[in-house]
């Protein structure tokens, strides 16, 4: 079973303040998602990372893919209030398998920006 | 655009119930996935569905089965109702069979008491 494992849990910080939240995983994974869900919605995908040690930047936020395909990071500058949100690590299987549409989620990170 | 639709939006069962949530994805998407996100959690897979075909299935017990229609709609139905079921139900569509592309719809909060 692919587990992937979210951290922190909660982060509560004041705007302006930068922040990352990892995702591990003892698995390999083809490729990994990143999501952001708001209250009372379904989760919406910001960026999808596919090779081994790449950096993707959106704006204020930088995704990074580990070497080997196991973890990755996402960073935030400077963060604002509109940033508040629960950040959601994806990990993508290996195409072929019985399961190849299936994602396995981490359990999330609940980010909350302060004025 | 219509984005995925899930209905109903919100669902109130009484243990033992028996419940069907539907999906309509977007246009011409083939392939629906169902997640069940319980709160404080991250989704958990459940389905998927291509082409009408069960691609994928979850550690969920058989009281969770699915269905794709013709015109790529989809159900989801839970027999048995327990407390646990108590969710969120997410329908993500996507135009291929890989989970790239996904866009999920803000799903059906279903409460059993």
């Known amino acids: 079973t692919q587990l992937l494992e979210q951290s922190p849990q909660f982060l509560s910080i004041q705007e302006g303040e930068n922040l990352t939240v990892y995702c591990n995983s003892s698995?390999?994974?083809?490729?990994l998602q990143w999501y952001r869900q708001e209250p009372g919605e379904g989760p919406v995908l910001l960026v999808t990372v596919v090779t081994g040690g790449e950096v993707k930047k959106l704006k204020r936020l930088t995704f990074q893919f580990g070497d080997a395909r196991k973890d990755s990071s996402l960073h935030i500058t400077a963060a604002q209030p509109g940033d508040t949100g629960l950040y959601l690590c994806?990990?993508?299987?290996?195409?072929?398998?019985?399961?190849?549409?299936?994602?396995?989620f981490g359990q999330g990170t609940i980010l909350t920006v302060h004025p | 655009d219509a984005g995925v639709t899930q209905s109903p939006t919100h669902l109130i069962k009484t243990r033992g119930q028996q419940v069907t949530l539907r999906c309509s994805p977007i246009?011409?998407?083939?392939?629906v996935s169902w997640y069940q996100q319980v709160l404080g959690q991250g989704p958990q897979f459940i389905f998927q569905?291509?082409?009408?075909?069960?691609?994928g299935r979850g550690n969920f017990p058989d009281r969770f089965s699915a269905r794709q229609f013709p015109n790529y709609s989809s159900e989801l139905n839970v027999n048995a109702l327990l407390l646990g079921d108590s969710a969120l139900y997410l329908c993500a569509s996507s135009l291929a069979e890989g989970p790239y592309g996904y866009t999920f719809g803000s799903g059906t909060r279903l409460t059993v008491v």
């Open positions: 246009s011409g998407h083939k392939s």
């Open positions: 698995s390999v994974f083809s490729s």
């Open positions: 994806a990990g993508v299987p290996n195409a072929g398998g019985t399961s190849y549409g299936k994602l396995t």
């Open positions: 569905y291509y082409e009408k075909e069960e691609r």
